[in-house]
């Protein structure tokens, strides 16, 4: 006969039945080792994630025991006590309570007599000069040897002794003063009464039961322990699992691939997506990995698997929670930071303004200048006053104070930068610590158009030179016959990004014969089309031109200089004291070659030429001036210029404006510091001869300071440098 699984409400009958049964072969001892235990297969992770745990079930008799009911309890965890229990009944037996239920009596028992017995407490003495001792603790064998008496504990604050068993399962406590509440004090006669009690009958039968919970408590315990050792294992394999589903996802967003595919049944041959191919080849070597696979391939999905697209968006959303958590709590900790703001239009035509924040990151000794990517916010308008809210509403969700905001930094359109009702100027007004300082290299971009725009001929030489890159561009076979004569195809010149630009300059300075060639070629193809030979023509005419010529070599080696500049600004982490190093290096080179320059441009050109020249130069110098000019309030903080004793009126003047500016600063007590540290770096190089202090940035510098621990020594010095590379 095949055997057939009964239901659960059969099953819950029969057991029922079970403990009746067993109830009424216990007599006075109901049961309390008795549990229904249930183990699954583990947590929910979607909606359409489902589980169908089979419940375990644990019986276990409970032989009868001649004497009174002993707490009855199920399969032994841990009791729910309630919340208004005195933790003092666990150490001190004097504080128990007249009456007790059976849940605190069976967690008395499961703790045992260890802390109540209190054997080195201090024991105060009687008005006859007598006290309890630690000795009557110990019964003495006639063998020599000593046995603890597990029942007898003491009281410190009722400065009795009792009887643990008697205390809690005697009938009749008025028998033996061990077993009631008031104790037994009377240390002459403690003696031969210890004898008497622990010889009684209903001590014996007291302490029979306490023994026997005791063991079945335990029994019951070591049940437990092994569902719990089942549940640990469970955990550890569902933990294993856990580790490699978020290694994949972890690997997809550093590479900034997408999870999902158009199929996520793993069951067919098809593509399920990255996260789930992903998945599939790691189990190819990874055992885990394979088995919870064909386990999920097996059950067709319907259990848990935490594959799904749900767990994948928790798994990236807890991620980027901690991300974010962490990164506050290191601006929080820097205290001073500086705010970026920018916006763009995305693909779907809304406008979209990311957030960054920057702030100097000091851990151990280690410094740097960190600047940290937190969040894109959707700009609900284009006006000053609406970004102005935003930014703030955003600071203000995020923790940050805006009054440890002490720099912004924007591009330089007249809504975010500008001087009158800017967003920088709203923010200043709000805090005037919140130095404005303009992306750099936009500034820089800005003073190329400017320079560019100063005459027509140099207006026109660009038009030029982006007109070469659409001619040849606009057609496959243009494109072939460029590249059949020049090795490097031409570029395109932007008026936002001068690097393409000076791209696009530089092929023409250094190929420019080999371009004539192909524009000939088209020019005088005979299989060319009338609109190609002529638009050839023409723009040979635009080139072989002193103009252009001069024009040519006059920006190649200009553009080639700020292009350099504006690679070096995009460097991460880069100091403010190193941007204006670098831009003052681009003036002065304007500067010292601005006749040279242009004597070589225009050596065969029209005086005409040489002014418009002149004139772009000029105004790339003043664009560059005038854009530079607040990023040298801290510019005293060089290295070169601290050393230098002859430039003390300059520091000191400097200090005095910039403690007038940072009203947490002290003047005289910065330029005392300035000393101190001439004399420690002095010291240093005396001991380093070989180390290069004059090439140190304000970031090297800082992190000297720390490395070397004089922080404590250079305090508004040190407070100086963290604004000054905050503020960048």
């Known amino acids: 006969m095949s055997y057939k699984k009964e239901s659960g409400a059969q099953g819950r009958k029969r057991r029922k039945i079970e403990t009746e049964q067993q109830a009424k072969l216990a007599g006075s001892l109901h049961r309390f080792l008795v549990s229904t235990a249930e183990i699954t297969a583990g947590p929910s992770a979607a909606s359409q994630e489902t589980r169908n745990p089979d419940p375990v079930s644990v019986d276990i008799p409970v032989p009868a025991l001649e004497a009174e009911t002993v707490p009855s309890k199920d399969v032994y965890t841990q009791p729910n006590l309630p919340e208004n229990i005195d933790q003092k009944v666990y150490t001190d037996i004097g504080y128990w309570p007249e009456t007790m239920d059976e849940t605190l009596k069976t967690e008395l028992v499961r703790r045992g007599t260890e802390e109540l017995q209190n054997k080195d407490a201090w024991f105060p003495r009687d008005s006859n000069g007598r006290s309890f001792s630690k000795d009557w603790f110990y019964i003495h064998l006639d063998n020599g040897e000593t046995m603890l008496r597990t029942w007898l504990v003491f009281s410190p604050v009722n400065n009795a002794a009792y009887c643990f068993p008697c205390m809690l399962f005697q009938k009749a406590k008025g028998k033996s003063s061990f077993g009631k509440s008031s104790g037994f004090n009377a240390w002459r006669k403690l003696s031969p009464r210890l004898l008497e009690h622990e010889r009684s009958s209903y001590h014996l039968s007291a302490f029979t039961i306490w023994k026997e919970l005791e063991m079945w408590l335990h029994k019951q315990e070591t049940i437990d322990a092994a569902a719990q050792l089942a549940q ?59 088995q919870h696979l064909h386990r999920v391939q097996r059950t067709d999905g319907y259990i848990v698997s935490y594959l799904s697209p749900q767990s994948q968006n928790e798994f990236i959303s807890l991620l980027g929670d901690h991300i974010r958590t962490v990164i506050f709590q290191n601006i929080i900790k820097a205290k001073y930071f500086a705010i970026m ?72 359109a007249a809504t975010m930068a500008g001087h009158i009702s800017g967003v920088q100027k709203r923010i200043l007004d709000m805090n005037p610590k919140a130095m404005f300082v303009p992306c750099n290299n936009h500034s820089l971009n800005l003073a190329g158009m400017h320079a560019v725009g100063v005459g027509t001929k140099s207006v026109t030489f660009f038009g030029t030179v982006e007109k070469v890159y659409s001619f040849f561009s606009s057609s496959t076979h243009r494109w072939d016959i460029l590249k059949k004569h020049v090795p490097i195809r031409v570029k395109r010149s932007c008026n936002t990004r001068w690097s393409s630009t000076h791209e696009a300059v530089c092929v023409l300075a250094e190929h420019t014969e080999k371009i004539i060639d192909a524009l000939e070629a088209l020019r005088d193809g005979p299989g060319e089309t009338s609109e190609t030979r002529g638009d050839a023509g023409s723009l040979l005419v635009c080139i072989m031109t002193y103009v252009f010529f001069s024009f040519l070599h006059f920006w190649n080696p200009v553009l080639t200089k700020v292009n350099d500049t504006q690679i070096y600004l995009q460097q991460e982490g880069l100091a403010l004291d190193q941007c204006v190093q670098k831009l003052k290096a681009l003036t002065l080179f304007c500067h010292e070659k601005r006749d040279s320059l242009v004597s070589k441009a225009t050596e065969k050109a029209l005086q005409e030429t040489s002014r418009e020249q002149l004139e772009a130069i000029d105004q790339l110098q003043a664009e560059i001036k005038k854009r530079t000019t607040q990023m040298n309030t801290l510019h005293f903080l060089q290295i070169q210029t601290l050393l230098d004793t002859k430039k003390d009126d300059f520091i000191k003047k400097q200090i005095q404006h910039t403690c007038a500016q940072y009203t947490e600063l002290n003047a005289a007590s910065m330029l005392t510091e300035i000393t101190r540290l001439r004399h420690h770096i002095i010291l240093y190089k005396e001991v380093n001869p070989d180390e290069q202090v004059a090439n140190w940035s304000a970031l090297d510098l800082l992190r000297w300071v720390y490395k070397w621990k004089l922080q404590e020594s250079l305090t508004n010095f040190v407070v100086t440098l963290r604004i000054f590379l905050t503020i960048n």
Not at 276 to 290: I, Q, R, S
């Open 341 to 412: 703001f920018d916006s763009t239009p995305d693909i779907s035509h809304t406008d979209q303004m990311s957030q960054v924040i920057r702030y100097v990151h000091i851990e151990d000794s280690g410094v740097h200048v960190t600047e940290s990517f937190i969040d894109f916010i959707q700009l609900y308008g284009k006006s000053a006053d609406v970004i102005t809210k935003q930014i703030c509403d955003k600071l203000q969700a995020d923790g940050l104070k805006l009054e440890h905001c002490y720099g912004q930094g924007y591009d330089n």
């Open 232 to 290: 640990q294992r469970s955990f550890e394999k569902w933990k294993a699992i856990l580790v490699r589903i978020l290694d994949c996802i972890l690997y997809l967003a550093r590479q900034t691939l997408p999870l999902r595919g158009h199929s996520e049944d793993l069951n067919t041959d098809g593509n399920c997506g990255n996260f789930l191919e992903t998945f599939k080849l790691l189990a190819k070597y990874d055992p885990v990995a394979k």
